[in-house]
């Protein structure tokens, strides 16, 4: 007499279980942040959010956004007024802040 193996149950899928995931895609863009008007005086070159830019320069009057879409910050920790800027050059803060030089976080749209 032959003996019948039963199939075993399948097992419900963990999070923690062997089946390989693929990383996620990491969003990407370049903002360059200019201390002075068109493009001159100190800069900072940014691909990632940071809730305090404060650290890499004083002010902000010039802004070129090399790629991406992201949202800018009056004060720290993406608090404040903010403003949307898409790929473009943006010469003078007045054109798309409006009122202070004060930029203090950004965050890249994905």
Same mark, same amino acid.
């Given at each position: 007499?032959?003996?019948? $193996?039963? =199939?075993?149950?399948?097992?419900? %899928? $963990? +999070?923690?279980? $062997? !089946? +390989?995931? &693929?990383?996620?895609? +990491?969003?990407?863009? &370049? !903002?360059?942040?200019?201390?002075?008007?068109?493009?001159?005086?100190?800069?900072?070159?940014?691909? *990632?959010? /940071? *809730? =305090?830019?404060?650290?890499?320069? *004083?002010?902000? =009057? *010039?802004?070129?956004?090399?790629?991406?879409?992201?949202?800018?910050?009056?004060?720290? =920790?993406?608090?404040?007024?903010?403003?949307?800027?898409?790929?473009?050059? %943006?010469?003078?803060?007045?054109?798309?802040?409006?009122?202070?030089?004060?930029?203090?976080?950004? /965050?890249?749209?994905?």
């Amino acid at each position: 007499m032959e003996r019948q $193996t039963r =199939n075993p149950r399948p097992q419900p %899928y $963990t +999070p923690n279980s $062997t !089946i +390989p995931s &693929k990383p996620p895609i +990491p969003a990407m863009g &370049k !903002i360059i942040f200019y201390e002075d008007r068109g493009f001159q005086g100190c800069h900072y070159e940014c691909s *990632s959010d /940071h *809730s =305090n830019l404060q650290p890499y320069f *004083s002010r902000c =009057n *010039s802004v070129c956004v090399d790629s991406g879409c992201w949202m800018l910050y009056e004060q720290p =920790n993406f608090a404040g007024c903010q403003c949307f800027l898409r790929r473009g050059d %943006y010469p003078d803060y007045q054109q798309w802040m409006g009122f202070r030089d004060s930029l203090r976080s950004c /965050h890249l749209i994905p």
